[in-house]
Structure formats: C-alpha cells, structure tokens
C-alpha cells in the first residue's frame, strides 16, 4: 500500500523534528501532513479486512508515539485521545456513520444520486416496525457484496443506540459518535 511507504518516509523526519518543536507545533504537523492521507478515501480502502490494515495502523501508532514523545509502552488509547482522533478501523466507521446521518438528514453536499438510492425499511414493509427509519439491508450472496460501502454503512447505523440516530446536526453528530466509538470495543 502507498500510504505505507509515505508514512515510513515521514518517521525519520518526524522524529528529528520532535526535539526541536513544541507539542502544539508537532500536533498540526500531524494533522496537515498525516491525517489527511489517512482520511482520503478511508471509506473505500478500510472496507476490508484488518489483517489488510495493521501495517498502516502500526505506523500510524508509531507516528503519534514520536510525535508525543511517549515510550512503547505507553497505551495507543492515550495517543489517540490526547491528539483527539482515532485509530484508523474506527475512523473508517466514524466516517461511514457521518456518511449514513447525511442521507438520514438529506444532506444538500450529498449528491442526488445517493439520496434517490436509498431504501429504507418502511419503504420496504407495509406494516409498521420498531426500525422503519433504519436503512433496508439486501441479502448478498457473496463476502465482497457484504463487504460493500453501503452494506457497512447500513450495518454500523442500524447498530446505533437511537439517542445517537435522532441528533440533527452534523457536528453534534461527529461529536458524540466520537465519545461513542472512543469507547467502543469491536
């Protein structure tokens, strides 16, 4: 994987860097220079296995162990925390939930296209059910048709506690999904 290869390339000069700067200086590094490369198209490329994703989470991990200055042992949770993110398989679910709210919500940045293709359970059933506002899931028949965007997205938003499911602002939103998924063990 490319990301990979940049990511190893930045270690070096990360952790030059890292005696010379203060901590807020070395935390906007990270987000200009790393995050954004994880975040590109997370919700294509994480949409796989995580055996797929442990190379570029341990770098990631190592990337924010320089950045803090923390030894090894220092537990991941507390690097992710104190740069107020998260590790990579949980981002790839922060964003696919961010993804799901804008279609609950008609979000005018989403193109019509999603919009007009979504298929929710009181479209589906005539009677009236404890999930209608949930999305409708089609069966599929193989791993790479369960492993699809849309099926995730599906998944991970009928899983949501209904509390979370009825916020209507995006950044109130991103927030609490953030606390939530902070915090969740899968």
């Known amino acids: 994987m490319i990301y990979v290869i940049v990511f190893e390339n930045l270690l070096g000069f990360f952790y030059k860097i890292s005696f010379f700067l203060p901590s807020n200086i070395l935390k906007m590094l990270y987000f200009s220079m790393v995050y954004p490369k994880i975040l590109y198209a997370i919700e294509i490329y994480a949409n796989t296995y995580q055996i797929f994703l442990h ?3 341990i770098l990631n991990n190592r990337v924010l162990r ?3 200055k923390s030894n090894r042992l220092t537990h991941t949770q507390e690097l992710y925390y104190s740069f107020n993110t998260l590790p990579i398989d949980k981002l790839h679910k922060l ?6 709210h804008a279609l609950i919500n008609n979000s005018p940045q989403l193109p019509s296209l999603f919009l007009n293709n979504t298929i929710f359970n009181n479209e589906v059933h005539d ?3 404890r999930s209608k506002a949930d ?3 089609a069966g599929y028949h193989t791993s790479i048709g369960s492993k699809s965007t849309t099926n995730s997205c599906s998944i991970l938003w009928n899983s949501l506690p209904k509390h979370l499911k009825n916020i209507p602002s995006e950044f109130i939103f991103k927030k609490e999904i953030m606390k939530f998924l902070r915090h969740d063990s899968s």
């Open 55 to 57: 190379d570029l989470m």
């Open 135 to 137: 999305f409708h899931r």
């Open 95 to 100: 964003r696919l939930l961010q993804h799901a």
């Open 66 to 68: 320089i950045l803090q």
């Open 127 to 129: 009677h009236n059910i």
